[in-house]
């Protein structure tokens, strides 16, 4: 997949500026355009009790929110002169009323780049979930930790391997980027999954520097993956998302969840 439009969807202040940093860092590399979004959204407060809320601080929050978006418009803008590509960088505002939901928006990149979703009360409404990106928008979604910050782009890269059909897709969304890696592990938990050997020689074909590496499940299957990627050095974990229903994940918890939860290092997930 040629990387050349990236989409950088706002997720909220708590990520220190993380996402916008590797985004920058990835158009750069792939001389992509870049495109930053932040969702307007409805906060909990003016949404669920707006009728017994009085009209002074609704007004309050619809002007609190104004000035934070603004913020976060002049800091894209400041950041992508900065780094000297202003002209190819954009700035859109979302109104999901009149212009569609993000995830509709996202179609057309090649993929978005976001944090971790803030949970804060004041901005929480206006972040964006980069679960709900991944199972909606068909496009490959890079969560960016909080804070994290990297001289460049990871050289070592550690692919969750199980054979289903999330995974396939998301070794296929990234083969291009894992090809420029000295290294990548083709990872499996507990057993090696039928087509295992196929997929390593597709990947070699591909220009790909992987081998297949199957560990026993020591702790949660995240845990295991985690603690691969640190002994491996891997800067990069490569992982399909929602391989069942939403309605379970929600129930249940999923690994992805649990692996974007607790990574120190950015994660592309593929649905």
């Known amino acids: 997949m040629t990387i050349k439009s990236i989409l950088c969807a706002y997720s909220g202040d708590e990520a220190k500026g993380s996402g916008l940093r590797h985004a920058i860092r990835l158009a750069k590399h792939h001389d992509a355009h870049l495109t930053g979004v932040l969702r307007h959204g409805t906060s909990t407060l003016a949404n669920r009790y707006a009728a017994h809320v009085p009209n002074a601080l609704l007004s309050y929050i619809r002007e609190t929110d104004a000035k934070h978006?603004?913020?976060?418009?002049?800091?894209?803008e400041s950041a992508?002169?900065?780094?000297?590509?202003?002209?190819?960088?954009?700035?859109?505002?979302?109104?999901?009323?009149?212009?569609?939901?993000?995830?509709?928006?996202?179609?057309?990149?090649?993929?978005?780049?976001?944090?971790?979703?803030?949970?804060?009360?004041?901005?929480?409404?206006?972040?964006?979930?980069?679960?709900?990106?991944?199972?909606?928008?068909?496009?490959?979604?890079?969560?960016?930790?909080?804070?994290?910050?990297?001289?460049?782009?990871?050289?070592?890269?550690?692919?969750?391997?199980?054979?289903?059909?999330s995974?396939?897709?998301?070794?296929?969304?990234?083969?291009?980027?894992?090809?420029?890696?000295?290294?990548?592990?083709?990872?499996?938990?507990?057993?090696?999954?039928?087509?295992?050997?196929r997929m390593v020689a597709n990947m070699q074909r591909q220009g790909v520097k992987v081998d297949a590496r199957t560990v026993k499940r020591s702790g949660s299957i995240a845990e295991t993956i985690l603690s691969a990627a640190q002994s491996d050095g891997a800067k990069l974990i490569v992982t399909g998302a929602f391989e069942h229903s939403k309605f379970s994940h929600d129930l249940f918890g999923g690994v992805t969840t649990d692996i974007i939860a607790d990574a120190a290092v950015p994660v592309f997930m593929a649905h």
Do not use: C, Q
Not at 69 to 76: A, E, H, K, L
Not at 134 to 143: D, H, M, T, W, Y
Not at 168 to 184: F, N, P, Q
């Open 69 to 76: 978006i603004g913020n976060v418009r002049r800091r894209f």
């Open 80 to 165: 992508v002169k900065a780094e000297g590509i202003p002209d190819r960088a954009e700035f859109v505002e979302l109104d999901p009323a009149k212009d569609g939901p993000l995830s509709e928006f996202a179609h057309g990149f090649d993929l978005i780049v976001a944090g971790v979703h803030s949970e804060a009360a004041t901005e929480a409404h206006l972040s964006a979930n980069p679960d709900i990106l991944a199972l909606k928008s068909g496009r490959p979604v890079l969560v960016v930790p909080d804070a994290y910050d990297a001289t460049g782009l990871a050289d070592r890269a550690l692919v969750a391997w199980d054979g289903k059909r």
């Open 167 to 197: 995974a396939t897709r998301a070794i296929g969304d990234s083969m291009s980027i894992l090809a420029e890696k000295s290294h990548v592990t083709l990872l499996s938990v507990g057993n090696t999954p039928r087509g295992t050997d």
